[in-house]
């Protein structure tokens, strides 16, 4: 077998870009790059054909600029800003939606270069895009959406939210839930991985109509919620499964939803054996339901576009006088993981600027025993070896990111794919390329610049691999197994690097074909015996669960939850077996400056170690279900904020 060797990386099919050029790929998004590389083949495109009309972004603008500034030095046929972004004083970053001539107006327009700090790409994908209904133009003005709340409002960020449940009705029958914004504009929609047999354009006349200031979607007042519910209504009671299918929420339909169960720990009311009478089970809700797109692409793909856009959606429907708590029970697990990232940063401006009238809740994460993440220092000289066990079957690309301090100097990255003995060539910071088949197309990618938009500390080296297995004959698919990373420190000063493999897990009951990888070492402690679930110090592998944590979760304002056991006897078992932990038992290893590894509150995830998750709302009224992960313990945490207020 021929030794492996880097193709160069090639011309950007939509931005223009020349991305082999020397400096090219410094402070950009890796995931754009490994997605030109591949002609958006991750995202159902076949290779350099269909390509996306529009890319959706989200947007860092630099210190002295603002959202109208933006929208003045732009134009709507190539880069279009939700409304939204306009009431909002003061406000540095919004998601938008752009062409190739977006790239071509950075490379030469020296003021619109200077307004734009760093961009992250969305994802790729069905409407997403496509243009914006009613951009920001530069006469634009803030509007007033109408039925702002006022007092206490509890605002959620999901999918699956059963919004005329019982748990979420008033004393009289009618919807708390005043505003209900569903991001996705057809019934099934086209996700990595998941090709659908065929797409139901929503009808607005059931779905609601796109709200103005957002530009897509479809929207719910709480006069049609209820409306909807009287013609729905028998003998004083609701057909939910009936008028769900008339709203056209069809995934309404499964008993169990994530976002429903979420919801009914932050504001429900209950159930017989344990009812609940606070502040929380009584106040008004804005409910935001996540595109499909990236409730089932669980590596987060969307989900800086999306919860951005539902973020400003909540706090513009909320009036001045009001106080607002938003759970966002959901995460990613690679990222900087010290607040860095633009959605994290983003997230932190908005608690600021609203002077302590907002709290997000966010949970820890679920993956501390998954194999996901790993930390080592680097002498001159040394190597550390990952060993990264990529699934068979897997339909969805797997991705690895390094993370370095700022100064680090001299560390270079060697691929040894799986049935090589030879390595690929190894990289050194400021390059990157691609490994192809025979017909040229892109196996994996390694991108590794200077500096990067992921984070504003350090670079990142993304390491992308495509599936290893398609329905689609035309879907380059490369070889499972061991792919075998090394980082060398060939300079003259120890460094550090924290490696994080994303997410890539299954959303409940969808079938995506995703399948999550790990690293492997046979130093780490796997017995299951009484210690075996935290790291010790003395225990050489590189592969570490502290540090493993929620990457939407590491913000410095945001709160993030971790989970306990409600019920628990053994010395150590207070903690979720699968969350952080507070404080660290880790605590004395090496980290990049800023890094976050521990959550800030706890809350009950688990009844106790045999019976993990706690109870909660069903899909319908009634029902009951049990969901585990601390993605339950942030909106008790934020249920707790709420009635505190």
């Known amino acids: 077998m021929s030794a492996p060797a880097w193709s160069p990386l090639p011309n950007g099919v939509f931005t223009g870009i020349h991305w082999q050029a020397p400096g090219a790929i410094d402070g950009e998004d890796p995931y754009l790059i490994w997605a030109e590389a591949n002609g958006f083949a991750g995202y159902h495109c076949q290779q350099h054909q269909h390509m996306p009309k529009w890319l959706p972004i989200v947007i860092e603008l630099s210190p002295t600029a603002d959202v109208p500034a933006l929208v003045a030095a732009s134009s709507t046929s190539w880069l279009q800003i939700p409304r939204v972004y306009l009431n909002v004083p003061g406000l540095r970053f919004c998601s938008a939606r752009v062409k190739r001539r977006f790239f071509d107006k950075l490379r030469s327009d020296a003021h619109l270069r200077g307004l734009i700090q760093r961009f992250e790409l969305g994802l790729p994908a069905g409407h997403h895009t496509h243009a914006l209904v009613d951009p920001s133009t530069p006469t634009s003005q803030p509007t007033v959406p109408p039925g702002l709340l006022n007092g206490k409002v509890m605002g959620l960020i999901d999918g699956g939210l059963a919004l005329v449940n019982e748990q979420f009705l008033n004393p009289v029958g009618l919807a708390r839930v005043k505003h209900f914004w569903r991001q996705d504009d057809a019934v099934n929609c086209n996700v990595p991985g998941n090709h659908p047999h065929h797409r139901i354009p929503l009808d607005p006349a059931r779905a609601g109509p796109t709200p103005h200031d957002m530009g897509y979607g479809h929207e719910l007042s709480a006069a049609r919620i209820d409306a909807a519910m009287m013609v729905f209504s028998r003998h004083g009671h609701v057909d939910e499964a009936a008028l769900y299918e008339h709203l056209q929420l069809r995934d309404l339909s ?168 030879q390595a690929l060539p190894t990289m050194a910071m400021g390059l990157g390329g691609v490994w192809t088949n025979a017909d040229g197309a892109p196996l994996c990618g390694l991108i590794y610049p200077t500096t990067t938009a992921l984070g504003s500390q350090g670079t990142c080296a993304l390491l992308a691999i495509a599936p290893t297995f398609s329905r689609d004959a035309s879907t380059a698919t490369t070889l499972p197994g061991v792919w075998t990373v090394t980082i060398t420190n060939t300079g003259t000063a120890a460094t550090l690097f924290d490696a994080y493999i994303e997410r890539d897990d299954v959303a409940i009951g969808q079938n995506t074909g995703a399948r999550q990888s790990t690293l492997e070492d046979q130093r780490y402690d796997t017995s299951g015996n009484i210690g075996a679930f935290v790291d010790h110090a003395d225990n050489p592998t590189p592969i570490r669960r502290s540090g493993t944590f929620n990457s939407l979760s590491t913000g410095q304002h945001t709160v993030s939850v971790g989970g306990t056991r409600a019920q628990h006897a053994a010395p150590g078992g207070h903690f979720a077996r699968y969350s952080p932990r507070r404080p660290d038992p880790d605590a004395g290893r090496p980290q990049r400056p800023g890094v976050k590894k521990v959550p800030e509150t706890l809350a009950p995830c688990d009844d106790n170690p045999a019976l993990w998750g706690v109870l909660g709302a069903g899909s319908l009224s009634g029902s009951v279900v049990r969901l585990a992960g601390t993605s339950t313990s942030a909106p008790l945490r934020a249920r707790e904020i709420l009635n505190g207020l």
Do not use: K
């Open 254 to 421: 499964s008993p169990v939803n994530h976002g429903t169960h979420v919801m009914g720990q932050a504001c429900g009311t209950g159930n017989l054996l344990h009812p609940l009478d606070d502040d929380a089970s009584r106040c008004d809700m804005i409910a935001v339901q996540l595109d499909w797109s990236n409730v089932l692409d669980t590596s987060g793909g969307a989900m800086n576009v999306s919860v951005l856009d539902g973020l400003l959606y909540i706090l513009v429907r909320c009036a001045p006088s009001a106080q607002m708590v938003v759970n966002i029970s959901w995460g990613t697990l690679a990222g900087p993981h010290d607040g860095s990232s633009v959605l994290e940063a983003a997230m932190d401006q908005l608690i600021a600027l609203y002077g302590g009238r907002l709290h997000i809740t966010v949970p820890a994460g679920n993956a501390y025993q998954s194999r996901t993440h790993a930390n080592a220092t680097l002498g001159p000289g040394e190597t550390v070896a990952l060993h990264w066990r990529v699934q068979p079957d897997d339909r969805t690309e797997s991705y690895l990111e390094i993370w370095l301090p700022d100064g680090a100097q001299g560390v270079q990255i060697g691929i040894t794919p799986p049935g090589h003995t």
